[in-house]
């Protein structure tokens, strides 16, 4: 990582940013959404290693600010989320795309599926994804 | 299977809050499906995506809209060893890849 940050740091021009937008493992929330309201669902659970990566790239941002390579200009955490007509469609995404940093447990699945059930007709699942944005200079 | 990423458009607004993409020359790492790119490219001078997943730079490819053709172009090379210049850049974004 340190190496790839010393990278783009050399294809910047002097007084060029870096803008470093990335999810942060945070045992996202769950949740039922329709014009009635959100409701929540429950949490999903962090999968140890992406932590880990987490943590990784936290130490090399940390690294390459000591080796004075880049200066903190700003940084704020933010939340957006992602939708599914339904739970089953959420669960199949999660087991295909996010096996690697984020685990579905049965319960919050199941929970999910009997709130959306007897939710109003136009309620969707969806995930809130926490979000942390840097621009560094 | 319809997944859908951020209708309310939270990512887009931010990133914009927190760059001037206006006519700048941008870098970006790990762009995969170019997801993130077309959010700021159609106020940036000139886009050099890439990422060394060969087939997320395809559907990059197949679906960089016609406004953006000659200002956006995807590579497929590794943050280990970029391939440009020194002090090519206004700006780089580090895509969900750090």
């Not at chain 2, 990512?11 to 760059?19: N, R, S, T, V």
């Not at chain 2, 001078?45 to 053709?69: N, S």
Request: charged share 30%; hydrophobic share 45%; net charge negative.
């Amino acid at each position: 990582m340190v190496h790839a940050l010393s990278e783009i740091r050399r294809t910047l021009k002097p007084g060029g940013r870096l803008i470093d937008l990335r999810p942060v493992e945070s045992n996202w929330q769950v949740e039922v959404s329709s014009s009635a309201g959100v409701q929540a669902a429950g949490w999903l659970t962090d999968v140890p290693a992406a932590v880990e990566d987490d943590e990784a790239a936290f130490r090399a941002m940390r690294e390459v600010e000591s080796r004075g390579w880049f200066s903190k200009k700003e940084e704020r955490e933010f939340s957006f989320f992602y939708y599914w007509d339904t739970p089953s469609e959420m669960k199949q995404f999660m087991d295909e795309e996010w096996e690697d940093f984020e685990k579905l447990e049965e319960d919050v699945f199941e929970n999910a599926r009997s709130l959306w059930a007897v939710a109003n007709a136009d309620a969707r699942v969806r995930v809130r994804v926490k979000m942390l944005i840097t621009r560094w200079e | 299977m319809t997944v859908v990423k951020d209708p309310e458009g939270f990512e887009k607004k931010i990133l914009h809050q927190f760059a001037n993409f206006s006519g700048a020359k941008v870098l970006e790492v790990g762009c995969g499906e170019g997801r993130l790119t077309f959010k700021y490219a159609a106020s940036a001078g000139q886009v050099i995506a890439f990422d060394t997943d060969h087939d997320a730079l395809r559907i990059a490819r197949a679906d960089l809209p016609h406004a953006l053709q000659g200002r956006v172009h995807f590579a497929e090379a590794s943050a280990r060893h970029i391939p440009f210049p020194a002090e090519s850049f206004d700006v780089a974004v580090l895509a969900w890849s750090l």
